[in-house]
């Protein structure tokens, strides 16, 4: 079965059109041809198929491929279609075949034309395709996404589980299992299911250097990523939530904030889901805000920046969508929002599950959770995940995450370590991270009883140090080295040489604290706080001068111009645009255009003036809940339908459909109501109440209004008046 170099490099040019192998496909390729199993461990894009496509093409016999996946199956068999004049080359045998098409794949096969077979595992374990398999010259198996054979992995799937089974059932042949994403524990979970502990393995670096990893608190976060989106105008980007009705929510804010974002979940028809796509694809949606579903089998090479909404449940598969920025070697922005509150939420849909599998999810939790908090740097913290050494400080992007730009101090822990490695020896090994923590801690649990470590020595001697403290020492002991997680019981941790060594003799072991969630929130709201609530009232003096003229010019009261609030609100947000004016609160569209310019002219000189550092990101609206109501009263009122009826429509009180009203003219859309009022009020009085708002008037407040017409007039007429006074001159 062997081939030499230069065969196989031919056959790659003839075949795939490839100058030259990626990485170690060689190697891997043949290691396969020579009979071994093969283990491939490769990021995505790294060139996995053709690790066992070109193999199968050259070998006699049948290559069964077992994929995930029905839709990846078809691309990847159209793919191998395009390169070879036999249609029959490869085939696929699943659920979506009907008995014709299942016919001619048994055929082709029966026949020899068939080199490669996609499979998906549940088809396998079908007792006549055994059968029928048993007769056929088979050249060797592949597993793709094999991660899905550990329950450990991210996305277990358990028809994996038989595999072995099958394989052996049919006839041993060598085995390729490949996978982007494995743990060590996955790692040899999969070479255990498989039986394939013997096997060769290749495995490529993790490491992305171009991607750029930050992870922040998550407030304001819609506020956040629009001025991060903002500030890459035009560029792709897919932004991940974990429920369908997030993503509906988080795509509708874009869109409102002139962002264009499609939105990708299950819950949309097929049709919508690959227009959402294609549109994404073909570059006339720059955003994609999509659940977990988006992603796979998806190559768009210049993704420059992946958002986690909502914290992912595993760090496989935040290393996975991560992974789908910067594939064109451009850098990739990987941004996360990270609320503790996401984990809780996480957790508590997880206690709906089987022990086992809480349990396992869970732990991936964990991780997450250590990923997010943690201060050193993150790209060595997640490839230490997959089990692969960094060099934070020469490694290739070492510098690429905001805890490497921003470092924070180091702080000496060597007695710390001490203490905690000494526990650990002298619990003997035995307990995972958690429970040692809450010994130096003083809690006790199940298993710290059932040790009856409450009456050691170490029990409470942490006691002045907190929770946090004891996470991150234990955590940063694991990835330098100190101590390890055991594969088998995954978590319980163990002394590694290096810890041996320290506890024989110390040397200087420094920390960076973890990030502090719980503190952060509160620095950042007050942030917030005087960010928002920072009105400058100099600048409210300015403004209530230039609404007054503005106010001559049109010859209408100021206060029917903007009111305070809007005032105010300009004098916090400093808009310098008719488009931004037209986000200050209480300004409509309209109302911008028609009286804005004088406002903004001043307000850009004077932050040039006084050198003034306009907040970026104000440019924010809400998606208003009411804007159906808004449109329905506005369209009503054409019709000229009773304003009881309407509110009644709405299940709205008199007063909130006023309010309604009262929003709807102040932001300078037209209501006409006069055939309502001219019903209710006396004519002479209508004018009355227009004359005084003209050229009496102080405000339109109610105030005023109540002291001149409360005799005549009650409080819902007197603001009736008010709507078609502010509708009739300012709109
Ligand atoms: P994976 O399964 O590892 O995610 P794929 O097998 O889908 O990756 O391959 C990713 C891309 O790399 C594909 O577009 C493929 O055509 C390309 N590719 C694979 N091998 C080579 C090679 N030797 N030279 C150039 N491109 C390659
Ligand atoms: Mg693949």
Redesign the pocket.
């Known amino acids: 079965m062997a081939q030499n170099n230069i065969q196989l490099t031919k056959v790659?040019k003839q075949l795939?059109g490839?100058?030259?192998?990626?990485g170690d496909?060689e190697a891997i390729i043949k290691s396969l041809l020579d009979g071994n199993d093969v283990f491939v461990l490769?990021?995505?894009?790294?060139?996995?198929?053709?690790?066992y496509?070109l193999p199968a093409i050259v070998s006699d016999g049948l290559a069964i491929v077992v994929s995930p996946l029905i839709a990846l199956m078809k691309n990847?068999v159209d793919?191998i279609r395009g390169i070879s004049e036999e249609r029959g080359i490869a085939h696929v045998l699943n659920s979506s075949l009907n008995k014709t098409e299942t016919n001619q794949v048994l055929t082709d096969i029966k026949n020899g034309v068939t080199k490669l077979l996609y499979v998906a595992p549940e088809s396998l374990t079908k007792e006549e395709y055994i059968n029928f398999f048993q007769s056929v010259d088979i050249s060797f198996y592949a597993i793709?996404e094999a991660h899905c054979i550990s329950e450990w992995g991210h996305d277990f799937r358990p028809e994996y589980r038989n595999i072995q089974n099958i394989t052996e059932k049919i006839g041993k042949r060598p085995i390729i299992a490949?996978t982007?994403t494995a743990t060590p524990k996955v790692q040899d979970d999969i070479q255990k299911t498989l039986g394939m502990q013997k096997a060769e393995v290749f495995k490529a670096s993790f490491n992305r250097p171009n991607l750029f990893y930050e992870v922040r608190p998550k407030i304001d976060a819609a506020k956040q990523m629009i001025k991060f989106i903002n500030q890459r105008k035009g560029q792709s980007g897919i932004i991940y939530c974990l429920s369908r009705k997030k993503v509906e929510e988080i795509t509708q804010i874009l869109q409102v904030n002139g962002i264009s974002a499609v939105p990708y979940h299950a819950g949309l028809d097929a049709k919508k889901r690959a227009l959402h796509q294609d549109m994404f694809l073909m570059e006339n949606a720059d955003v994609v805000v999509a659940t977990i579903a988006f992603g796979m089998?998806i190559?768009k090479p210049d993704v420059r920046f992946v958002i986690h909404y909502d914290i992912p449940k595993s760090l496989e598969g935040y290393y996975q969508e991560t992974g789908r920025a910067g594939r064109d070697g451009g850098v990739g922005y990987c941004l996360a929002f990270y609320d503790y509150k996401d984990i809780e939420k996480l957790e508590k849909f997880l206690s709906g599950k089987p022990v086992s599998e809480r349990e396992v999810g869970l732990q991936l939790l964990n991780e997450v959770v250590a990923y997010a908090e943690t201060s050193m740097s993150r790209r060595k913290f997640l490839l230490h995940y997959f089990g692969e050494d960094f060099d934070e400080k020469n490694g290739a992007g070492a510098m690429m995450d905001d805890n490497m730009q921003n470092p924070k101090e180091k702080i000496d822990a060597t007695q710390e370590l001490k203490q905690f490695l000494d526990l650990l020896k002298d619990t003997k090994e035995m307990l995972k991270l958690n429970d040692l923590v809450k010994v130096l801690m003083g809690k006790s649990s199940v298993i710290i009883k059932s040790y009856g470590l409450q009456d050691s020595a170490f029990f409470g001697s942490g006691k002045e140090r907190d929770d946090t403290f004891w996470q991150t020492i234990g955590r940063q002991a694991v990835v330098q080295n100190y101590c390890y997680k055991e594969v088998e019981s995954y978590g319980v941790l163990k002394l590694r040489d290096k810890g041996k060594k320290f506890l024989e003799k110390p040397s200087e072991f420094k920390i960076v604290k973890d990030h502090d969630y719980s503190q952060l929130k509160v620095e950042a709201d007050d942030l917030n706080k005087t960010a928002a609530g920072a009105l400058d009232e100099t600048l409210v003096k300015h403004l209530k001068e230039i609404r007054k003229k503005v106010g001559k010019k049109h010859k209408i009261p100021p206060f029917a111009i903007f009111q305070d609030p809007s005032l105010e609100d300009m004098a916090t947000n400093y808009p310098t645009s008719i488009e931004e004016l037209s986000n200050i609160y209480g300004v409509g569209e309209g109302k911008a255009k028609k009286f804005g310019k004088d406002f903004i002219h001043f307000i850009a000189q004077y932050v040039e003036e006084n050198d003034i550092d306009r907040p970026e990101d104000f440019v924010f609206k809400n998606v208003v809940n009411k804007s159906t109501n808004k449109v329905f009263i506005i369209k009503s009122t054409d019709r000229k339908m009773d304003l009881e009826d309407i509110a009644k429509a709405k299940g709205m009180t008199m007063e909130e459909l006023l309010s309604e009203m009262e929003s709807i003219v102040y932001q300078g859309t037209k209501l006409n109501i006069d055939y309502y009022i001219n019903d209710l009020i006396d004519e002479d009085l209508q004018d009355e109440v227009v004359e005084f708002l003209m050229e009496e008037a102080e405000s339109d407040s109610m105030k005023e209004l109540l002291d001149e017409f409360g005799d005549d007039m009650d409080e819902n007429e007197i603001r009736l008046m008010r709507i078609k006074f502010i509708s009739d001159v300012a709109n």
Do not use: E
Request: charge should be neutral; glycine fraction near 16%; charged fraction near 15%.
């Open positions: 790659l795939f490839f100058n030259q192998f990626k496909q490769m990021p995505t894009g790294g060139g996995k198929s053709l690790c496509q990847q793919a793709d490949l982007a089998g190559d």
